[in-house]
């Protein structure tokens, strides 16, 4: 391995990794010590509200701090993200926005290697007159930018990817895929859940027009609290079919229909934000920020080309892209009976997962050592013998 990056990984604020070599950031990243302050505070503090002040003291202005926070990490500017219940309502929301009945512009251009639910919510869309090409991937662990751009036609309205593909880390060329798309007239969005916090993303170079993820894995905060990112031209044009008072341009006038949807990212909330989320988003998102992404990324990269360089001199199937820019912070390896050495690896206190056809996922984030890396791989190799 390359020598080791001198920089603070701030183990000690994270109690979980006292338990194992936690190599599960693409699931479930370990919660910070932290976090047990910001949700006192949120009792505290709710435990003071009478009824409307929680709004007027704190809760309103809850998720602007939190999708500044998380613009921030994106590289985005600040206005740019509203916070979601999760990721799968942040597409649902953009998916909104279309009207693809007796429409010529209806197709959604995605990818096989997308999450299911993603796949799922496109799917549904055909009931309302979308059409959904999904582009074929071959090994199942790359889509070629070639059949992407070759899809991306007049008759599309968005081309909806994952940035990094939960299944193989396969990553897409973002700027190369706006370009063609915007050239149609199409939009794009990308799924960043797997790459917002472990990879620099540059959505101003990029001009993409949607971002969608969440904070429970590279981000170090928990779950339901997702995000969605629309750049910020493009806000005032769009007008979400999924919605709610929250959205409005005077949200406590509670009038009546129709919809004033207001002048900002905040026309794209629906009801109540989750307020206990966004305390416990905050403590990661601070992390991360502070550590920066430039410098995880770097530090991925080291590990995760040791790691597949590893995994190929054992004779191990690399279920990941062997280019360093194709892919995520993730490295997955083929085995027969994934959930078995999942259990074999807890058992001796290495923590991964796996997915159908594809094998083990491993992910080593910021707060790992290149000690725990080289002794996660040892012990497979064990295992590997074993079998
Ligand atoms: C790439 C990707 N997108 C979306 C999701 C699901 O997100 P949510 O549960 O917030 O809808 C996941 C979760 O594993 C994911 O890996």
């Known amino acids: 391995m390359k020598p080791e990056t001198n920089f603070n990984r701030r183990r000690e604020e994270f109690p979980t990794l006292a338990s194992g070599i936690h190599l599960l950031s693409h ?9 047990r302050e910001s949700m006192n505070a949120y009792a505290e503090a709710w435990e003071h509200h009478t009824s409307e002040d929680a709004w007027a003291t704190s809760w309103w202005e809850m998720s602007t701090e939190v999708g500044d926070r998380i613009a921030r990490i994106l590289s985005a500017e600040p206005g740019s993200v509203q916070v979601q219940p999760n990721a799968s309502i942040a597409l649902s929301s953009v998916a909104s926005c279309f009207d693809f009945k007796d429409n010529d512009r209806n197709k959604i251009v995605t990818s096989a290697l997308d999450f299911p639910s993603m796949q799922y919510i496109w799917d549904a869309q055909s009931r309302i ?33 994952s940035h990094v593909s939960f299944r193989s880390s396969y990553r897409v060329d973002a700027r190369a895929i706006v370009e063609r798309a915007h050239k149609h007239g199409a939009l794009v969005l990308l799924d960043i859940y797997q790459s917002a916090g472990a990879v620099e993303l540059f959505p101003r170079d990029w001009e993409i027009d949607f971002l969608i993820g969440g904070t429970i894995k590279w981000l170090c905060g928990g779950p339901a609290c997702g995000y969605l990112y629309v750049r910020p031209d493009l806000q005032k044009e769009l007008a979400p079919r999924l919605t709610g008072w929250v959205a409005h341009a005077e949200p406590f006038a509670f009038a009546e229909a129709p919809m004033s949807y207001v002048d900002s990212v905040r026309r794209f909330a629906q009801g109540t934000p989750g307020i206990p989320a966004l305390y416990s988003v905050l403590p990661g998102l601070q992390i991360i920020e502070e550590v920066g992404v430039k410098t995880i990324q770097a530090e991925s990269q080291r590990r995760t080309e040791w790691m597949i360089d590893f995994a190929l001199e054992h004779g191990w199937k690399v279920n990941s892209p062997r280019d360093v820019n194709d892919r995520g912070a993730s490295v997955m390896i083929y085995v027969d009976d994934g959930p078995a050495m999942v259990t074999r690896l807890n058992e001796r206190k290495v923590f991964v997962d796996c997915r159908p056809g594809v094998g083990l996922r491993i992910s080593p984030h910021f707060f790992n050592t290149d000690e725990e890396v080289r002794e996660a791989m040892g012990i497979l190799a064990e295992m590997m013998k074993s079998i």
């Open 129 to 161: 007159g979308a059409t959904v090409e999904v582009v074929h991937s071959d090994d199942g662990i790359t889509v070629p930018l070639k059949h992407i751009l070759n899809a991306i036609d007049d008759t599309t309205c968005l081309v909806a990817l």
């Open 27 to 35: 699931s479930l990243g370990p919660v910070p010590r932290a976090v």
